[in-house]
């Protein structure tokens, strides 16, 4: 009665595996023999007709595509090496990828063994195998078309194996053919974005190293000269130079990351193009002097009106491309900045062609089809010398789209480059005013302001700047010492709270709702300015539901952060 029922366990057993693993072997690990307990004929395409368990094994490891899944095949799937693993676990498990026999199809199978002790000569073990990408696609289709639930591996049986149509089969050949398709482009495609992602990191290795080995050098000099102002002065200068190099690399980077994210919005306001276009073209003359290139006069065509536009985001896409005028423009060159004013078709907007000229290296006309592509460069700046991400002009292609604006490429290699871009800006609904007012330090003399930044440096900085336009300064170092600053000295004794973000015990917002959770705070308390390098429009838009009144993006600027400051104190 005993053994009927140890039996019928068994079976039961057996059962469930064959209901879960379509081919299941016995195996005589010390006698080197196999035989199969399940099989589907037509599954056999996946391993052959081997009549050793060490012939079997072969013909797998020939069968494997990628060198890492051989690796973990030898050492958990040949049978001298099974030996070994039986005697001190009970089994062993994994993954590994084959091609089908005469077929360039790879597919992802799921083995496991157990071992059992039958004497000390004999060492046998069950192996089970399944296929589970293939699997996966049969319960996709099962789920999509109602098929009955036994409809194991459809893929690989025959009519007799399953009672399904021809039609059946059919349908979901196609659908793995076509998923095997898929598959592989996503292989082609993830391996394209992988080498453009070594290339890049390769080009940014160089071109941030650049300008950090600059400022760390320079900064080992300034300390050498102490006792000559002169020279270090200098030196602070190329520092400077150098740390404004290394913070536009690191902005394109983010700016690319933002832009294929959703995350940059427009910011239309009232403004003077043609003041834009002037300070635009006075950093240019600045840089192309320092080069001694020639900067032609600008001509601006444009009639003096306000404008609604994003004047950062129109600055940034000339720049970028007067800067790679500048960049790839020979000592003794030209070039030239044209703006006119063109008729539009909608009387709310004016319309406005920029034309950008250089006689420098000019591009090739296969790097022409690939400029706009991100971090596409024609050569490192390792051959060049010239630094950047590859970024630029990527990005100035994808503001420029969110803009509904327009930019052509003329360009001949060793004669230079023209560049035409196209774009419409609205009127604003009524006249209005552009703020021309000029920074007033003065404005902050005798301000009591509390400074809130885990950073010791940056303390440091805000803190001069601070005291430098005349206001009485308090530092904490957490937002959670900030709200006890605040309960100390009463919610309306500091004139302005400037408030980090990202802080080890509470973090800005929290400890500005902290703040408005005070008596009185939302009525009498200090206006909290968020001073943060997170600067995406969706981290202002949450510095203002926490109840911001502004919000000053890092590395800190002295007159915005003077301006921003002048608004918001009372």
Do not use: W
Not at 139 to 155: L, S, V
Not at 424 to 443: A, L, Q, S
Not at 515 to 532: C, H, N, R, W, Y
């Amino acid at each position: 009665m005993l053994m009927s029922r140890k039996k019928m366990n068994t079976e039961m057993l057996l059962e469930a595996l064959y209901e879960i693993y379509p081919l299941v072997f016995s195996v005589n690990l010390k006698k080197n023999t196999f035989e199969i307990l399940k099989n589907c004929e037509s599954m056999r395409d996946l391993f052959g007709n081997e009549s050793t368990y060490d012939d079997f094994g072969t013909s797998q490891i020939c069968r494997i595509p990628y060198d890492i899944d051989k690796a973990k095949f030898k050492q958990n799937f040949l049978r001298e090496n099974l030996i070994e693993k039986s005697r001190i676990t009970g089994g062993v498990s994994g993954v590994y990828h084959v091609c089908i026999k005469d077929s360039e199809d790879i597919h992802q199978i799921e083995y496991k063994i157990i071992f059992k002790k039958d004497s000390k000569k004999d060492l046998n073990a069950l192996l089970l195998i399944r296929c589970v990408d293939i699997e996966a696609a049969e319960r996709e289709y099962r789920e999509n078309k109602g098929r009955i639930a036994d409809a194991f591996f459809n893929a690989f049986f025959s009519e007799d194996d399953y009672p399904l149509t021809i039609t059946d089969t059919d349908e979901l050949a196609k659908r793995l053919k076509s998923g095997q398709e898929q598959l592989k482009a996503a292989k082609e495609r993830a391996e394209a974005a992988n080498d453009a992602k070594t290339v890049f990191l390769f080009n940014m290795s160089h071109d941030i190293r650049t300008p950090m080995n600059a400022i760390l050098g320079f900064s080992d000099m300034a300390l050498k000269h102490t006792d000559s102002p002169a020279k270090v002065r200098e030196i602070v200068s190329k520092i400077k130079s150098s740390g404004e190099q290394l913070l536009k690399l690191i902005n394109e980077i983010l700016d690319m990351s933002s832009i294929e994210g959703g995350k940059i919005t427009l910011d239309k306001k009232p403004g003077d193009l043609k003041k834009c276009l002037t300070d635009v073209a006075e950093i240019i003359k600045n840089e192309a002097t320092e080069r001694r290139i020639t900067f032609e006069d600008c001509e601006f065509d444009i009639e003096d009106r306000p404008l609604l536009f994003d004047e950062p985001r129109v600055s940034q896409i000339l720049l970028n491309v007067l800067g790679n005028a500048v960049k790839y423009t020979h000592p003794g060159g030209i070039i030239s900045f044209k703006a006119t004013q063109k008729e539009s078709f909608f009387k709310s907007k004016s319309a406005y062609e920029f034309v950008i000229k250089d006689n420098g290296v000019g591009m090739s006309p296969d790097f022409v089809d690939r400029v706009f592509d991100p971090f596409s460069r024609e050569k490192s700046s390792t051959i060049s010398g010239i630094a950047g991400t590859g970024l630029g002009l990527s990005i100035t292609k994808r503001l420029l789209d969110l803009m509904n604006g327009t930019i052509d490429i003329f360009t001949r290699p060793g004669i230079g480059t023209t560049v035409t871009i196209n774009l419409e800006f609205d009127h604003p609904g009524e006249r209005m005013e552009v703020e021309t007012k000029i920074v007033d330090n003065r404005i902050l003399t005798g301000k009591k302001v509390l400074v809130v930044e885990d950073n010791e440096f940056n303390r440091e900085i805000a803190k001069d700047m601070l005291m430098e336009a005349g206001a009485l300064v308090d530092e904490v170092s957490d937002g959670i010492y900030a709200v006890s600053k605040v309960v100390e000295n009463g919610v309306d004794y500091y004139d302005a709270i400037l408030m980090d973000i990202q802080m080890p015990i509470m973090d800005g917002y929290e400890a500005t709702r902290s703040l408005f959770k005070l008596s009185e705070f939302d009525t009498k308390g200090s206006p909290v300015i968020a001073m943060t390098a997170n600067a995406f429009s969706e981290d202002k838009e949450k510095a203002y539901g926490s109840g911001m009144s502004a919000f000053v993006s890092k590395p800190v600027k002295v007159e915005e952060f003077i301006r921003t400051l002048e608004k918001c104190i009372k």
